[in-house]
């Protein structure tokens, strides 16, 4: 069984930072593209931020120069610096790893509130 850990979330004010860490320790990890999705209630899943096993990375328009996607092979991590956090950030995160098949992690919770 394929398991993606998120952690990181947590409560931030309004202008704060957050690194969100998602470690995928069973797979072959260089081998994937990995994401960073976010779905906030009452809104469907958006992919956030993509980053593939040649280090391309893809931001949604509304990240774009807040966020930063990053992967260390060697620790099969992939991580997402988050900066200038606004409360329309606030989200359920996940990763995703995709390859020959796709694997989803639980996600974490990031709330961005004064």
């Known amino acids: 069984q394929v398991q993606l850990v998120e952690s990181g979330g947590g409560l931030v004010q309004p202008g704060g930072s957050l690194r969100l860490s998602c470690v995928a320790p069973?797979?072959?990890?260089?081998?994937?593209?990995m994401g960073w999705h976010r779905q906030a209630p009452g809104k469907q899943r958006e992919l956030v931020a993509s980053?593939?096993?040649?280090?391309?990375?893809n931001y949604a328009d509304s990240v774009k120069g807040r966020f930063t996607i990053s992967r260390d092979n060697a620790k099969k991590t992939v991580y997402l610096q988050m900066n200038s956090l606004s409360p329309e950030d606030t989200a359920v995160y996940s990763c995703?790893?995709?390859?020959?098949?796709?694997?989803w992690g639980q996600g974490t919770q990031v709330t961005v509130s004064s």
């Open positions: 995703s790893a995709r390859w020959l098949g796709t694997y």
């Open positions: 980053i593939t096993s040649g280090d391309s990375t």
């Open positions: 069973g797979i072959r990890f260089s081998r994937y593209d």
